[in-house]
């Protein structure tokens, strides 16, 4: 993928859903990657006891992976790919990517493919748990409940690079992964029982590429590891 500033950046902390119009290119192939916020009208309860709206920045990192302040139960990544020839059924993709969250982010996600805009379907046997919360506010109350979580995506370490194959289930000619934001507790925060649902810098998930980009766009070095969809074998 091609991390460009102009396309993927947006500043705006005001409610919103979808994208934000923002997306980054396939630097090979054709393809995009974006974010997507669920509903913004959810109103979180943060550690002074005061709510806020989620965030919706967007933006491009040091090291130029994307990242986003978000991950809330659903909120979304979305990498679509459209080939120069239809993908028959039964054909195996293999997906590669290096996925990092923050301190406060869920480490439980649900990845999914779609084919031609239809059905998502898991990557991946889903699992089943409950989360369970307490978590104090400076005020000295303290909120506590729990939800039940589906996922097939767990995040045991900040930053991990992951390899899935899957066998599309029909012929396409536009496919889709999704990559959703499924539990909300943070594993990595002081307290690991504490409910992800605060406006910070460490509540943040990230998709990262390959290289580094100088300010003119051109490469300047190797760093992190690639986002790719690759077919791997195609029926016949």
Known sequence: MTVNEGTFTTEEATPATGNGGAYANASEGNGKIEFYYADQTNVMVLADGSSAYKGTSRAVGGNGDLYVKGGLAGDYWLVTVTPDK?????STIKFTFSFGIGNTTTDKWMLEYSCDGGEYLPVGEPQKT????????????????????????????????????????????????RMSAAGCL????????????????????????????????TAHEESGHPIVLEIVSVAE
């Open 186 to 217: 943070c594993p990595f925060s002081k307290t690991p029982t504490q409910k992800g649902d605060c406006i910070n810098n460490s509540l943040e998930s990230r998709f990262s590429p390959t290289v580094k980009y100088l300010e003119d766009g």
């Open 86 to 90: 239809v993908i028959p059924a039964g």
């Open 130 to 177: 409950t989360d369970t919360w307490t978590q104090l506010f400076s005020t000295g109350e303290a909120s506590s409940g729990s939800m039940e979580v589906t996922y097939n995506y767990l995040v045991n370490k900040k930053y991990q690079l992951s390899e899935k194959q899957f066998t599309v289930s029909e012929d396409t000619e536009e496919l889709k992964i």
